[in-house]
């Protein structure tokens, strides 16, 4: 999140549908794109940029 508008809100709405779909809560949903590499926090970022992932 943070490093493109467009994805941000792609992550946004598709959290929506998916806690409706699913009928979980939103955070679930979004933690469940997480953990499926579908969004990527800020700081995440960052460190793959400066190489500090490994």
């Known amino acids: 999140m943070g490093t493109d ?3 941000d809100l792609w992550a946004e709405v598709m959290s929506y549908e998916l ?5 979980v809560s939103r ?3 979004r933690i469940r794109l997480k953990n499926l590499g579908f969004i ?4 995440e ?7 500090l992932d490994s």
């Open 40 to 43: 990527k926090d800020e700081r």
């Open 19 to 23: 806690a409706d779909l699913f009928d």
């Open 27 to 29: 955070a679930a949903a």
């Open 5 to 7: 508008f467009e994805q």
């Open 45 to 51: 970022s960052m460190q793959y940029s400066l190489g």
